[in-house]
């Protein structure tokens, strides 16, 4: 049986052109040398037989040339895959693929961090973080021992979603949530609403404390009445409506869902008697036709310019961080308080 076709080297194409390797390096990779300057027939005679041929470059020998390999690392804190058309993270995944394939750059889905103390870590015994140019980190809550072992082994990362230093700026794509959610107080203050809640944790990740922030000091510059209300359950929603509270400002669109359901237990129309205003796209699975007033999160522009915060780090290294502006969604579930 015959033997399997050895493949066509660089040294190959030379030989057959008669021009040095390095001359058919250097068209390969479109590049000019101070000292050779190479004629177009040249180019044009070595090109062709390299399509004739069927030649393709060698990765490695690329990688060696280029200094990079063009591939981009995601790895997530929570799983992601497969993602359905619902899912939070979907839309950022769609935009880090589109811009990445725009690019021409492959994406590398880092799967084998193990679980340690219930939480997923980068750094492992076997991790090949290196095989990537760069990562994109997506989750939650992300390790900050990570993040400052990324800062100060100075590899290029970005993270999708403020994050805090640590140990120096951390490069990130975020949403402007306190600014988003301070328009929000302001047009329920317009509306009449001077006694205002914020319900849910407000802290333990960079996002929520971010509402929390825009809401206090929206509340304070207004000079209306604000509380925060943690957990959204019917004894939660009783005291709020004994406080005279007519406006929440949920931080998850599914604790909005449940309080609707208690406040129609106990003949409170939405929006009605009680604003519920959604800061933010729902992370948890609700099923839900209600039309919330609120904020959308633009997580799909988030994921295309992390990938060129990305590109741009790796090309040349510095602290890159941007905060896209929310859009507004006008919902149903605002309305003027009544006297």
């Keep these: 049986m015959a033997g399997a076709r050895r493949r066509v080297t660089q040294q190959d194409i030379a030989r057959m052109t008669g021009v040095s390797q390095a001359t058919v390096s ?4 479109n590049r000019a040398d101070a000292d ?4 177009p027939q040249t180019r044009e005679k070595v090109l062709r037989a390299i399509r004739e041929t ?5 990765p490695v020998a690329r990688r060696l040339v280029a200094r990079h390999n063009r591939i981009l690392g995601v790895f997530t804190y929570e799983p992601v895959f497969p993602s359905g058309s619902r899912d939070f993270y979907h839309p950022f995944l769609l935009g880090i693929e589109e811009r990445a394939e725009r690019l021409g ?3 590398l889905l880092f799967t084998s961090a193990p679980v340690a103390d219930g939480r997923r870590r980068i750094f492992h015994d076997d991790h090949r973080l290196r095989l990537a140019d760069g990562c994109i980190l997506l989750g939650r809550q992300m390790d900050r021992d990570d993040l400052g072992r990324l800062v100060a082994e100075e590899y290029p990362f970005v993270a999708v979603g403020r994050r805090d230093d640590a140990g120096g700026p951390v490069p990130y794509v975020g949403a402007d949530y306190p600014a988003a959610t301070a328009a929000l107080v302001r047009r329920a203050v317009e509306l ?6 914020y319900v849910g944790p407000g802290g333990g990740a960079e996002s929520p404390a971010d509402r929390m922030r825009g809401f206090t000091e929206a509340v304070a510059a207004a000079g209306v009445h604000g509380v925060h209300a943690p957990v959204a359950d019917a004894s939660a929603l009783d005291s709020l409506l004994r406080q005279g509270i007519t406006a929440l400002f949920v931080e998850e669109p599914a604790d909005g869902v449940a309080l609707i359901a208690l406040a129609n237990d106990r003949a409170v129309r939405v929006p009605a008697d009680l604003s519920i205003v959604a800061l933010g796209d729902p992370t948890r699975p609700t099923s839900t036709d209600l039309d919330f007033t609120g904020f959308s999160i633009p997580r799909r522009e988030m994921g295309e310019q992390a990938v060129d915060v990305l590109t741009t780090l790796i090309e040349q290294p510095a602290q890159t961080q941007r905060l896209l502006p929310c859009e507004p969604v006008a919902g149903s579930t605002l309305a003027e308080r009544k006297n």
Excluded at 26 to 29: D, P
Excluded at 36 to 39: K, L, N, P, T
Aim: proline share 0%; with cysteine.
């Design 192 to 197: 009449g609403h001077d006694r205002l809640a």
């Design 54 to 58: 069927g030649y393709v470059a060698d």
């Design 36 to 39: 050779v300057r190479i004629a």
């Design 105 to 107: 750059c492959d994406l």
């Design 26 to 29: 250097l068209v390969l990779n």
